[in-house]
């Protein structure tokens, strides 16, 4: 095992009912900036719920930040938060919401260009606090440091992480997400995966805890993920996708192990250029990713074969019980509905020649040409993955 | 899964030479009460890396706190940290020192006998900090709020929990471990095996997060509990073990889950009448009590067996099953040199008859008459438990 710090700030509020505890986690005197999307909150009653909680406390609100939260939507949320003076932000919604409330709370008693936070790892002081109301299970930022933002004008995809902006409490009431329309779910079913492959998919370190721990959670996901776009109401189901979601990415996995999250670094740049679901990034480069990198992550490979998907590999190669391995991924992912070719989607026009072209050439300006766990990515292999995901 | 809120506030500090790191996390003013136990950490250097973290604080030392550590030796101590005018203590040692430093760190600015505390969940006001440097894993005392202390005078053990108390930091490495006795190994593993197994080994409640976690601690102290008896230096096995046992018990696999802990209160009146170190006592009464609730546990006690103990059952009534499911725990307690028959020990001149006769009288006079995740477990089914652990 790594060596390793671990603390989590977060407090959680897990179940039914719980907003009522939000007012008691405020400070005394809250004004409150609230932090949502596009509305659905209004037609699902979790709007009215906030409002409740939030009674006696000054609110000022700020709607409409976008999945994949762009720099330009929020950087009117930070001249909101300054002319208003508030001095806690909640943001309702999912990962989007949340990580644009990082970045807000972060940007606010920012002296210069808030850009800079993401772009050139600028330093911020007084970050504002904030809580999450979490309506959306998937990205696990209810509860880390961790913040993406987009800027539209330049189509660059980048992050943050500093614990200083992690939710100071989170409501998870997994009643929230009854309404969300399936496409929702099975996005954030594959993101949490993502998120434990990410930290769980590299080589052995001999951390047997942090490995069951990984494989309990994509167990659950495997098992839960389709009953939660069959029963959309089966409050168990919506409560154990929700909770999956949440420890695959609040760092305790990860404690002690390598990390990888090469995955996601080139999805991010799919996203960026083509608007594709951060989910639907995903499912496109891991499977293509496991191959290109089978060699490397061998053992975790077909551990993850054999005590996840339940393979046994009777009489199979160590290069068959790999491909049998991906298979099952590549199954799983296109059973919960998310396509895993890079042709499955809209390119906007381009050929997926052209459009490797362009993520190289984004990742080369972003510095991104040496990923993985062992920093072996560089641009070549990285075309050979998006050449296997066409 | 049942609603809760979970937050651990502990700072972990995992692996090798983590110990620079204390001074970094003291107040500015540090006036340390540094708490320890016998003095084998004079022995085995580890006292000598804390000085030096310590250089340049103000520093009293109080040494002698006991396994079960006792209120008369606490109150010592909370009379030395008061007449140095101490603001933080630092303990160095397993649960018993870190669980001694909870209630002085209560006490100290108690107004009134401390011992309410304990006796009649007395509110405490204003707890001094506390940090602990962990040399035992055992207890989860380090990420936890418990705190458990024996009244010699009475043969009272009694229990108080407050997050205000519990460590703000915790360093944990594995090398300080290495000189243990195999006996303390021993217990350590065994407690925290016995840990997860009253916060696991109930009824199901669709939680399979939980449970797979619980499963994946109880699995690993099983492959590396012995192996941490047969290589008292192996590294990487008395790091599992020792992030097994805090993983254990601080507070994340009982979150929405029933618990149990009868074992436990059973256990602990063993220990205060007979001095029974603290694992040898739920290794007495776990296999027992397994058997006498097997009706109410039977779905997760075949659980255990199926996946922790990977029995397949082939052929077995529901009955015999469970019957192994017992036996493959009483094995593993017995492997790991722990004995599971009140027989096997000293009762200090008492017959067993009278001993469990001693040990009602004791559960009646302490109020633990409705123990269980039922509140089933009255003193006729205590009685039930103990002449099956004769």
Chains 1, 2 share one sequence.
């Not at 951390?207 to 839960?224: C, N, V």
Request: proline share 4%; charged share 20%; net charge negative.
């Amino acid at each position: 095992m790594l060596n390793f710090t671990f603390k989590n700030q977060t407090e959680i509020l897990f179940g039914k009912g719980q907003i009522k505890k939000v007012s008691d986690r405020l400070p005394d005197d809250a004004r409150v900036l609230l932090l949502y999307g596009g509305g659905s909150i209004k037609k699902n009653g979790i709007y009215d719920q906030v409002l409740t909680a939030l009674n006696g406390n000054e609110v000022t609100e700020f709607s409409g930040v976008e999945p994949n939260p762009s720099y330009e939507t929020l950087i009117e949320a930070v001249e909101l938060a300054r002319e208003k003076s508030v001095n806690f932000i909640l943001a309702v919604g999912g990962g989007s919401v949340i990580d644009g409330a990082k970045f807000v709370a972060a940007a606010v008693n920012f002296d210069g260009e808030p850009w800079d936070i993401l772009a050139k790892g600028a330093s911020f002081y007084d970050p504002l606090p904030i809580g999450a109301v979490l309506t959306l299970p998937a990205t696990g930022s209810e509860s880390n440091g961790n913040s993406v933002v987009t800027k539209k004008a330049t189509s660059q995809k980048l992050g943050f992480s500093s614990e200083t902006v992690q939710p100071q409490f989170a409501v998870l009431d997994p009643e929230y997400t009854f309404s969300l329309p399936k496409k929702q779910i099975s996005n954030g079913v594959v993101d949490a995966f993502v998120h434990v492959i990410e930290q769980y998919l590299t080589y052995p370190v001999n951390a047997p805890i942090q490995d069951r721990f990984a494989e309990g959670i994509l167990q659950t996901l495997i098992e839960e993920g389709p009953k939660g776009l069959a029963n959309p109401e089966d409050y168990d189901v919506r409560a154990n996708i929700m909770w999956s979601a949440t420890m695959a990415l609040n760092g305790l996995i990860g404690r002690g192990v390598p990390q990888d999250w090469a995955t996601h670094m080139i999805g991010h740049e799919l996203t960026a250029l083509y608007n594709l679901d951060h989910a639907q990034t995903l499912a496109i480069v891991l499977p293509a990713l496991m191959q290109v990198q089978q060699e490397q992550k061998k053992e975790k490979i077909l551990q993850l074969g054999r005590r996840v998907f339940g393979l046994t590999f009777t009489g199979a190669t160590e290069q068959q019980a790999i491909r049998e391995t991906i298979f099952a991924v590549t199954q799983f992912f296109e059973g919960m509905g998310v396509k895993t070719k890079m042709s499955d989607y809209d390119l906007q026009g381009d050929t997926l020649d052209q459009a490797i072209d362009r993520i190289i050439d984004n990742l080369d300006k972003n510095g991104m040409t040496k990923l993985g766990e062992h920093g072996d990515i560089d641009l070549a292999k990285t075309r050979d993955i998006l050449s296997l995901a066409k």
